[in-house]
């Protein structure tokens, strides 16, 4: 089965410095993966994917994710982090099983930027 | 603007007392889903439809039921809500590799 894991509950970083919440994943053969963002009070919104081609890939808001195929990750990752980035972020591999093209979420990491 | 809709957004009803929340999406997405978001789990799928007259259970269908009579809506009904249920609700529609959520429905069993 596809799934996801982020091993963090809760990432901290000053503004300014850079940040990465950290995403594993385990598939049977090529991944699908995903990053959403949920603000509070919020839904989901989609910030970027990997499907295939380059491995670093640039998503909305100045946030980029590396996947590394021989570490089964994909890490999020922005270089200089702002206090309204503060959320909840969800790591997400595509599965087709049972559940059709279902969405495997990951716990969620939440993200606090402080001042 | 593209957008998936749910209501209500918020509701506190009691053991047993059927209740229904609507989704609608404007993207003409034949794709739609029920996920559940509970803490330390993330995004649990309930249901999802493939298309109008299709449906089929995700990983947590239990307690719950929807309909597709029409593409841009995809209900969740709980017929006996039982305190278990109490969670935040997401529809979301999807078209190709991407989903589009609703912003949510926080629903309380007592």
């Known amino acids: 089965a596809q799934s996801v894991a982020q091993p963090e509950d809760q990432v901290n970083v000053a503004e300014g410095n850079p940040l990465t919440v950290k995403c594993t994943y385990s598939v049977s053969g090529n991944p699908y993966l995903f990053w959403y963002v949920q603000y509070p009070n919020r839904g989901l919104q989609f910030l970027l994917k990997?499907?295939?081609?380059?491995?670093l890939v640039k998503g909305s808001y100045g946030f980029e994710a590396e996947f590394n195929k021989s570490q089964t990750s994909f890490h999020l990752k922005k270089p200089s982090a702002l206090v309204s980035d503060s959320a909840l972020y969800f790591c997400?591999?595509?599965?087709?099983?049972?559940?059709?093209?279902?969405?495997?979420f990951g716990k969620g990491t939440s993200l606090l930027v402080t001042p | 603007e593209a957008q998936v809709t749910q209501n209500p957004r918020y509701l506190i009803t009691v053991t047993g007392k059927k209740l229904t929340v609507t989704c609608s999406q404007n993207?003409?997405?034949?794709?739609m889903s029920w996920y559940r978001q509970d803490p330390g789990l993330g995004l649990r799928q309930i249901y999802y439809s493939m298309n109008v007259e299709v449906t089929d259970k995700g990983d947590v269908p239990e307690g719950y039921k929807v309909s597709r009579k029409e593409k841009r809506n995809f209900p969740l009904i709980l017929e006996s809500p039982s305190p278990n249920q109490t969670s935040l609700y997401f529809c979301a529609s999807r078209t190709g590799n991407e989903q589009y959520f609703g912003p949510g429905t926080r629903l309380t069993v007592t």
């Open positions: 993207m003409n997405h034949e794709y």
């Open positions: 990997y499907i295939t081609g380059d491995n």
């Open positions: 997400a591999v595509r599965g087709v099983s049972n559940s059709g093209y279902a969405l495997n």
